[in-house]
């Protein structure tokens, strides 16, 4: 049974580990973020939230921020992709999402539609600059950081670095870029570029994998559909052949 390691947060990782169980492989957790809420920028959004005629969700833990403190959005909502989509829908509201599940995506597919209006953006602090700078050229673009991204304060690492494991799939930028903060800190960069570098390892998307090979991880494996269900898919078409 091949082992695979989830680099998610841990409140996060379940969705993810039963999917893989599921199909027959054994799960290592190995969260390396953990959502810190900026509660002054969350009661920022729910005081001007009326203001706008569009918000922009590109995380489901934006969503889970947001619509746990604020009720009845009226403005139109774009997500970033289909689960994002389903998040948004659990608390009764409808959004629509690009075919590319990346904020390129929304800027191509959405430009016209959002020429000249007032747009919400609540999202990391330190989520990529692009969305918001090539709106903010066409219209009155609003950023919420509502949340940071931080390492969290117990790592198994070591206990990775010693086991077997065939796989790791790395959901977001701040995965990849944290498991190697993580190792900065231990002395151990070098042992973890090794080890992912003879690991089958699995992107959710371009930006991750961009991440990654940035950071020194060259033989990445990009899912074609950017949702961790694409993900479970690659991988499996990696490990079996189907």
């Given amino acids: 049974m091949p082992k695979v390691a989830i680099t998610r947060a841990a409140h996060q990782a379940k969705e993810l580990a039963n999917l893989l169980s599921a199909e027959g492989f054994e799960v290592f957790l190995i969260p390396t973020i953990k959502i810190v809420p900026n509660e002054e920028e969350i009661r920022k959004f729910k005081k001007s939230k009326n203001k706008f005629d569009y918000i922009i969700f590109t995380s489901a833990n934006a ?83 509502i949340y940071t991204v931080e390492i969290p304060s117990f790592s ?47 992107s959710i998307g371009p930006i991750t994998t961009k991440t990654l090979k940035e950071l020194g991880v060259f033989s990445v494996i990009t899912a074609e559909e950017y949702t961790i269900e694409g993900v479970v898919k690659k991988l499996k078409e990696v490990v079996h052949g189907n």
Wanted: proline share 3%; with cysteine.
């Fill in 63 to 145: 969503v889970d921020l947001v619509l746990n403190y604020v009720d009845e959005l009226d403005s139109k909502i774009i997500a970033i992709g289909p689960k994002t989509k389903k998040r948004l829908e659990k608390f009764g509201y409808k959004a629509r999402y690009p075919k590319q599940y990346i904020a390129e995506g929304i800027i191509e597919e959405f430009k016209e539609e959002l020429l000249g209006r007032r747009v919400a953006i609540p999202r990391s602090k330190i989520a990529r600059r692009t969305l918001v700078e090539e709106l903010k050229k066409i219209c009155d673009v609003k950023e919420f950081q």
């Fill in 156 to 202: 198994n690492l070591e206990t990775f670095l010693k086991e077997k494991i065939d796989a790791i799939i790395f959901t977001s930028p701040s995965t990849a870029r944290n498991i190697f903060l993580m190792s900065e800190k231990l002395g151990k960069k070098k042992e973890i570029k090794e080890k992912l570098n003879k690991m089958i390892v699995i």
